[in-house]
């Protein structure tokens, strides 16, 4: 057995500071998935697609001189525009017509089209985005911690903090949960329910956008980024359960610990199959997550 020693100690705390920034990347992501299900039911299964197109303007607004700062309120207008679209175009005639499999074959598609797209706008390479803090790791309790890593995390906690204000404080807020509660009761009440639905998508592509400009400047911007990491925001969504926001936290943070500790102590083949393998043991032991409520359908 190895001894935790300081050395050892450190690296193992460098390796949870690394897998709880990307673990909060995959929440973010993943709270889009639970904002469109919530209001409709369905999922936008270009959510990882939503995340590159951000991360993509977003290196195109830093490369013609607009500061990192002003430039993503500047992607988030961008992300809502792109996400009333997916759902105008892709979702709201599949609701329509009570598809149960139009809404995933359309945002499905629409995802692909983004990715061809970009492939022809910004070329198949991957490109580097500059960072707008200092790249010089800083030490805490000893493990070195990148300063864009302590933005991911205050990053994905604030975003998701507003959203739930804007839930709970504003009037619109209110009709996004009470549409989220009760579809049809919502209507009858006078909620505009499909306007809802919209900014539903509108925000969950607003969450995905942002959460690319935050793990831009960590890793390389490319057409190809998003998919690995829409599927496994996906993942941490059905793991921590597709009704809770504390679960969708928990679970990133499981999910990116467990691969960072994986790869290094095991091999980096093998950094996905914790994440996979517990997704399994979730969905065999607890269908709707580890903090999901179980709905009842009456018949």
Request: glycine share 12%.
């Given at each position: 057995?190895?001894?935790?020693?300081?050395?050892?100690?450190?690296?193992?705390?460098?390796?949870?500071?690394?897998?709880?920034?990307?673990?909060?990347?995959?929440?973010?992501?993943?709270?889009?998935?639970?904002?469109?299900?919530?209001?409709?039911?369905?999922?936008?299964?270009?959510?990882?697609?939503?995340?590159?197109?951000?991360?993509?303007?977003?290196?195109?607004?830093?490369?013609?001189?607009?500061?990192?700062?002003?430039?993503?309120?500047?992607?988030?207008?961008?992300?809502?525009?792109?996400?009333?679209?997916?759902?105008?175009?892709?979702?709201?005639?599949?609701?329509?017509?009570?598809?149960?499999?139009?809404?995933?074959?359309?945002?499905?598609?629409?995802?692909?089209?983004?990715?061809?797209?970009?492939?022809?706008?910004?070329?198949?390479?991957?490109?580097?985005?500059?960072?707008?803090?200092?790249?010089?790791?800083?030490?805490?309790?000893?493990?070195?911690?990148?300063?864009?890593?302590?933005?991911?995390?205050?990053?994905?906690?604030?975003?998701?903090?507003?959203?739930?204000?804007?839930?709970?404080?504003?009037?619109?807020?209110?009709?996004?949960?009470?549409?989220?509660?009760?579809?049809?009761?919502?209507?009858l009440m006078g909620i505009n329910t499909g306007l809802v639905i919209t900014?539903?998508?509108?925000?969950?592509?607003?969450?995905?956008?942002?959460?690319?400009?935050?793990?831009?400047?960590?890793?390389?911007?490319?057409?190809?980024?998003?998919?690995?990491?829409?599927?496994?925001?996906?993942?941490?969504?059905?793991?921590?359960?597709?009704?809770?926001?504390?679960?969708?936290?928990?679970?990133?943070?499981?999910?990116?610990?467990?691969?960072?500790?994986?790869?290094?102590?095991i091999s980096t083949g093998y950094k996905d199959v914790p994440g996979l393998?517990?997704?399994?043991?979730?969905?065999?032991?607890?269908?709707?997550?580890?903090?999901?409520?179980?709905?009842?359908?009456?018949?």
């Open positions: 057995m190895v001894p935790f020693d300081g050395p050892t100690m450190s690296i193992l705390l460098q390796l949870v500071y690394s897998g709880i920034a990307l673990g909060m990347i995959y929440a973010v992501i993943a709270f889009g998935y639970q904002l469109t299900f919530a209001t409709s039911g369905t999922l936008n299964f270009g959510q990882g697609d939503a995340l590159m197109l951000g991360a993509l303007v977003g290196l195109t607004l830093v490369s013609l001189g607009v500061n990192y700062w002003l430039m993503i309120p500047l992607v988030c207008l961008f992300g809502l525009a792109q996400g009333a679209f997916v759902e105008r175009i892709g979702v709201r005639p599949a609701i329509k017509i009570k598809s149960e499999f139009g809404w995933i074959m359309s945002t499905i598609a629409l995802g692909i089209i983004f990715k061809n797209v970009a492939e022809n706008v910004w070329g198949r390479d991957d490109l580097r985005f500059p960072s707008p803090l200092p790249e010089a790791p800083i030490k805490v309790f000893g493990a070195n911690v990148l300063p864009m890593e302590l933005l991911v995390v205050g990053g994905a906690l604030v975003m998701m903090l507003a959203v739930e204000f804007f839930n709970r404080k504003t009037i619109f807020g209110k009709a996004v949960v009470a549409t989220a509660n009760d579809r049809d009761a919502a209507s900014f539903s998508y509108a925000l969950s592509s607003l969450t995905a956008a942002f959460a690319g400009v935050l793990i831009a400047p960590l890793t390389l911007t490319g057409a190809t980024m998003g998919a690995v990491l829409g599927l496994k925001a996906f993942a941490v969504a059905i793991i921590g359960g597709l009704s809770s926001g504390m679960g969708i936290i928990v679970g990133g943070m499981i999910l990116g610990i467990a691969e960072t500790t994986t790869g290094f102590y393998v517990l997704l399994l043991i979730v969905l065999a032991m607890k269908p709707a997550g580890l903090f999901g409520k179980t709905a009842i359908k009456k018949v």
